[in-house]
């Protein structure tokens, strides 16, 4: 049995479900950080949720570095009782750093998410041991801790 709606209906149901789709989440504050860090033009080499496959945005992020261009990597950490992110990147004059994301570092009952930013100096390295992390082979001393804004 053929059920004949009318072509009116069906074109109000279709701009109904593509309104709906194009209602996006807001922006997750990691990738807003590291478009504030690297630029509008950079080059986003990978965001990889925990246990994602990262050899592609790995490989891009160090084509990147070599060639001197602008770009971000963020790869998802396994978190007790938060979200956590390693990222790299590389502006477009040359700072190239290290940030970690946590929504809740402190594990208390309100959300009080931080970045942890350092300079790196040294060669971007990826380790494979216990998740993947991203990390500088030598990093300035200093770790700049910045609020993030809250989801």
Not at 3 to 27: D, Q
Not at 69 to 82: N, R, T
Not at 106 to 118: H, I, K, Q, V
Request: glycine residues 10%; contains cysteine; charged residues 20%.
């Amino acid at each position: 049995m053929k059920i004949r709606v009318p072509s009116r209906t069906c074109s109000l149901l279709a701009i109904i479900v593509l309104a709906a789709c194009s209602e996006s989440a807001p922006e997750h504050p990691l990738r807003i950080e590291l478009g504030r860090l690297s630029g509008s033009q950079a080059k986003a080499c990978g965001w990889v949720a925990a246990g994602g496959e990262t050899d592609a945005g790995w490989a891009c992020a160090q084509a990147a570095d070599a060639a001197g261009q602008a770009f971000w990597f963020a790869i998802q950490g396994h978190g007790v009782d938060s979200e956590v992110w390693d990222a790299i990147g590389r502006d477009a004059h040359g700072m190239r750093y290290h940030l970690q994301y946590d929504s809740n570092p402190y594990g208390e009952a309100s959300l009080m998410p931080r970045y942890f930013r350092d300079t790196c100096l040294g060669a971007f390295r990826v380790r494979k041991d216990e998740g993947t992390r991203l990390q500088c082979s030598r990093a300035r001393i200093e770790t700049r801790q910045m609020q993030a804004p809250a989801q």
